[in-house]
């Protein structure tokens, strides 16, 4: 395995588009490997459902709310007490950038950037970063059945360009290891089955980048 300790002494992120899954796998994982949970503050962000109706309006207000969210929550881990046992996350801070070229201007992002250099700090990396990917009609289901009022306004079409963001950033990640692992035949909110096959194939990693397409017997 590529990663050089016991899993329930790693910090493992899970990442992916919205809906796809992330926080419930996060709190899965947790509860197998007792391990610390850290989600990100969605509900905090005052904008979210303002940007979704509106996006070029709400872009700014959006990401430096989420930026200064993420970087508050991932400063937090350089805390030595947080890692008497592992850690799951449902986001890495990098998304951060990732959303910010995806919705801002250029003015806007320049902007952004003089603000993010400003507050530059050494980030701690995960031990692991999962990527979840998953058809947009699929995720645009999940969405549907959660039923958040906040995401009621996202469009199809704006899911697309997250998942094509995504897509490209995790073809060029190299910071940790990363497992891609497609999850339209997995459900790991009902299948246990389907949770414990991840932890194993984790288990059989042997490069830096792997992906996992396997499909569960239902």
Partial sequence: MVIHKPLNQCHIAIEGAIGVGKTTLTHKLADILNADVLLENIDDNPFIEFFYQDQIRHAMSVQLSFFFSRLKQWQGLQQPSLFSRGIISDFIFEKD???ANLNLSDEELALYDQVARLVSVDIPKPDLVIYLQSQPDVIMQRIRLRN?????GLSEAYLKDVIAAY?????????TPLLIVQTDQLDFSTRDKDVQALLQRIEKMRSNTEFW???SNI
């Fill in 97 to 99: 950038r990732l959303f």
């Fill in 148 to 152: 958040r009022n906040m995401e009621q």
């Fill in 167 to 175: 897509d490209d950033f995790f073809f060029h990640y190299q910071d």
């Fill in 213 to 215: 397409a396997e499909f």
